[in-house]
């Protein structure tokens, strides 16, 4: 069975993920990942309506830039 991966920015609030790549930089990739944001990280969409993305992660509610949440692979489920 393939995996279905999409970018962060393109699901719909209450949708839940678990996060497969982060698809960037060392430096982004090191500050996503010191909020919580790593691979085989679960998180769901709180609101994506316009501006910051707002997701949960461990526990946490986090406002992540559209560039940012670009960057972010993951298998919704």
């Keep these: 069975m393939a995996t279905r991966t999409?970018?962060?920015v393109f699901l719909p609030p209450g949708t839940?993920?678990?996060v497969v790549n982060i698809d960037?930089?060392?430096r982004l990739?090191?500050?996503?990942?010191q909020m919580?944001?790593?691979p085989g990280a679960v998180l769901e969409?709180?609101?994506?309506?316009?501006?910051p993305i707002i997701v949960r992660v461990r526990g946490v509610?986090?406002?992540l830039g559209r560039g940012m949440a670009s960057r972010?692979?993951?298998e919704p489920f």
């Design 6 to 8: 999409v970018r962060l």
């Design 16 to 18: 839940r993920a678990r």
């Design 24 to 26: 960037t930089g060392c």
């Design 29 to 33: 990739r090191t500050r996503l990942m």
């Design 36 to 38: 919580g944001i790593t």
């Design 45 to 51: 969409v709180v609101d994506n309506t316009r501006g």
């Design 61 to 63: 509610t986090i406002a």
């Design 72 to 74: 972010i692979l993951v």
